[in-house]
C-alpha cells in the first residue's frame, strides 16, 4: 500500500483554537481524501471529504485544505471545542466504478485533545 | 447509511482458541472490509470480503489464521483463529455505500480482543 504520511502524532488546542492536521501523499493515483473522526470505544465516523478538482472545502467549523501539486492535504477546525476532543485519521483511494477497489488506505492518526 | 453491529464488543481469549466476530449491516451492501486496530495506531486492512466471491487478504494476512464468511449482503464474520497474545488487537467491520457523486466508508465501533 501506498503511504499516506499524517502529522503531528498528537495536538493539543485551547478552547476557541484552531487545530490543523497534515497530510501527505505518494501515490499520484489517488483521487478521494476523506477524513475520519474517531471516539474512544467508537469506530472511526467520516468527518469531511475532498476530491482533488477543488482546493478547498468547508463543513462548518472544518475546513480541507488540499495541494495537488505538493500531493498534501490539511485538516482545520475553526473554534475548537472540547468536543472535538478525538483522535482524527486521514485517508485516501482511488475511486472506481468496480464493486472490489474500493480501498482506503489511512495516515497514522493525530489525536487532538482540546482544553477548556 | 449504514448502521454496522459487531458481536462481541470485547472479549478476553485464552492462547491457542478462536474466536469469531460478527458483522451485521442494516441494508444491503456489497462492498465490506476487515480492519485491525492496534490501540492508540491507524487501521490496517486485514481483507475485503465481498458478496459473491472469496475474500481478498492483504500481505501479512492469510486465510488459515483470519477465514472470513460472507454469505449475504447484510452478513460477515471473521474468525480469529489459534490466537496468541500478538493478536490481541481492535477488529473492525467496514462497509461501503455507494452514492450518485461519492462513496462512503461506515465503521462499526469494533470488537476489543485481548488474549491471554
Known amino acids: 500500500q501506498q503511504q499516506v504520511k499524517q502529522s503531528p502524532q498528537s495536538l493539543i488546542v485551547q478552547k476557541g483554537g484552531i487545530s490543523i492536521i497534515n497530510c501527505a501523499y505518494e501515490?499520484?493515483?489517488?483521487?478521494?481524501f476523506p477524513w475520519y473522526q474517531q471516539f474512544p470505544g467508537k469506530g472511526p465516523a467520516l468527518l469531511i471529504a475532498?476530491?482533488?478538482?477543488?482546493s478547498e472545502k468547508k463543513e462548518g467549523r472544518f475546513t480541507i485544505s488540499f495541494n495537488k501539486s505538493a500531493k498534501q492535504f490539511s485538516l482545520h477546525i475553526m473554534d475548537s471545542q472540547p468536543g472535538d476532543s478525538a483522535t482524527y485519521f486521514c485517508a485516501a483511494s482511488v475511486l472506481s466504478s468496480g464493486a472490489g477497489s474500493y480501498q482506503l488506505t489511512f495516515g497514522k492518526g493525530t489525536k487532538l485533545s482540546v482544553i477548556p | 447509511s449504514a448502521v454496522i453491529s459487531q458481536k462481541p464488543s470485547r472479549d478476553i481469549c485464552q492462547r491457542g482458541t478462536s474466536l469469531t466476530i460478527q458483522c451485521q449491516v442494516d441494508?444491503?451492501?456489497?462492498?465490506m472490509f476487515w480492519y485491525r486496530q492496534q490501540p492508540g495506531q491507524s487501521l490496517t486492512l486485514i481483507a475485503t470480503a465481498n458478496q459473491g466471491s472469496e475474500a481478498t487478504y492483504e500481505s501479512g494476512f492469510v486465510i488459515d489464521k483470519f477465514p472470513i464468511s460472507r454469505p449475504n449482503l447484510t452478513f460477515s464474520t471473521l474468525t480469529v483463529s489459534n490466537m496468541s497474545p500478538e493478536d490481541s488487537s481492535i477488529y473492525l467491520c467496514?462497509?461501503?455505500?455507494?452514492?450518485?457523486?461519492?462513496?462512503?466508508?461506515?465503521f462499526g465501533a469494533g470488537t476489543r480482543l485481548s488474549v491471554l
Open positions: 441494508s444491503q451492501v456489497t462492498m
Open positions: 501515490n499520484t493515483a489517488f483521487d478521494y
Open positions: 475532498i476530491r482533488p478538482d477543488v
Open positions: 467496514s462497509v461501503v455505500v455507494r452514492g450518485l457523486a461519492k462513496n462512503i466508508q461506515y
